[in-house]
Nanobody, 128 residues
Framework: QVQLVESGGGLVQPGGSLKLSCTVS????????MGWFRQAPGKEREFVGH????????KYADFLYGRFTISRDNAANTVYLQMDSLEPEDTAVYYC?????????????????????WGQGTQVTVSS
């Protein structure tokens, strides 16, 4: 059974940074393209970013303006979300998601329904 476990959330001041991790077990991590989503209170879950199975390219939501960076370490079965210049509007539960794709896939998946597996989420609160 595939499991995704996020960690690294917490309370941070505006302008600060956090790095989230998501570790995958139960199946070869290298078979998955990975995505990050977030859900703020009272809002719909929204796409944050995606990294290809190969790790060679990424795609981000336009509203991030380059503040977040996704990376992956296949040896550690882990995908990361580095978040810099955090703003109160970034307060949300952050979820990682996995999609099984073929090895040559280069398509970026930005819709929730595209993904096969989800983590339980980790809370990020940006406040002074």
């Amino acid at each position: 059974q595939v499991q995704l476990v996020e960690s690294g959330g917490g309370l941070v001041q505006p302008g600060g940074s956090l790095k989230l991790s998501c570790t995958v077990s139960g199946r070869a991590f290298s078979e998955f393209a990975m995505g990050w989503f977030r859900q703020a209170p009272g809002k719909e879950r929204e796409f944050v970013g995606h990294i290809l199975r190969s790790g060679l390219n990424t795609k981000y939501a336009d509203f991030l303006y380059g503040r977040f960076t996704i990376s992956r370490d296949n040896a550690a079965n882990t995908v990361y979300l580095q978040m810099d210049s955090l703003e109160p509007e970034d307060t949300a539960v952050y979820y990682c998601a996995a999609k099984s794709v073929y090895s040559g896939n280069s398509f970026f998946y930005t819709e929730q329904e595209d993904y096969d597996y989800w983590g339980q989420g980790t809370q990020v609160t940006v406040s002074s």
